[in-house]
T-cell receptor, first 111, second 115 residues
């Protein structure tokens, strides 16, 4: 099947904004998620967006959804060194209970 | 919130031995658990879905006899890597689905090294 695509790597300076992009595959996806994985750890749910929403903001995190283009983005404002991790987008389709994960974006925050 | 406890976090074993990884749902009942494998710098690969009281469902290409999955109770799922070989070295993660919209809750992962 098609992959959920993400860019592999992003480097930003501390204090700047980070934008991580994701192109998903299934137009019938009901929920879309962003997970964070720190080295040697499991995945932590950061935020989610329902498919009938265009935007969701939660403190430093802003999720934008473009259903027409099947494009999802995560903006992290005032990026900190503790934000350095791998970020995965994931889609939950309406026909199954399985999440399909993106390829992951490694965010590096420099001083 | 929902917590999935995964043990051990790290294990080193000799080739030919078997290793058991446990995942427990601590404050909720999990009728389903997903088992993933993650290679360095790669995404998660779904290996199998364990279902309490029935046989696990394996993804295409995953050896059932190599990766034994048991979902013994509503709070415990185990993955046993049998006759482990160095190529089985990887990071294994379990997860349990949560009611919508909360996605999955993940265990902390197990780093398996076979020497």
């Amino acid at each position: 099947g098609e992959d959920v695509e993400q860019s592999l790597f992003l480097s930003v300076r501390e204090g700047d904004s980070s934008v991580i992009n994701c192109t998903y595959t299934d137009s019938s996806s009901t929920y879309l998620y962003w997970y964070k994985q720190e080295p040697g750890a499991g995945l932590q749910l950061l935020t989610y967006i329902f498919s009938n929403m265009d935007m969701k903001q939660d403190q430093r995190l802003t999720v934008l959804l473009n259903k027409k283009d099947k494009h999802l983005s995560l903006r992290i404002a005032d990026t900190q060194t503790g934000d350095s991790a791998i970020y995965f987008c994931a889609e939950l389709t309406g026909t199954a209970s399985k999440l399909t994960f993106g390829t992951g974006t490694r965010l590096q925050v420099t001083l | 919130g929902a917590v999935v406890s995964q043990h051990p976090s790290r294990v080193i074993c000799k080739s030919g031995t078997s290793v058991k990884i446990e995942c427990r749902s601590l404050d909720f009942q999990a009728t389903t658990m997903f088992w993933y494998r993650q290679f360095p710098k790669q995404s998660l690969m779904l290996m199998a879905t364990s279902n309490e009281g029935s046989k696990a469902t394996y993804e295409q290409g995953v050896e059932k006899d190599k990766f034994l999955i048991n979902h013994a109770s509503l709070t415990l799922s185990t993955l046993t890597v049998t006759s482990a070989h160095p190529e089985d070295s990887s990071f294994y993660i379990c997860s349990a689905p949560q009611p919508n919209p909360y996605g999955y809750t993940f265990g902390s992962g197990t780093r398996l090294t076979v020497v």
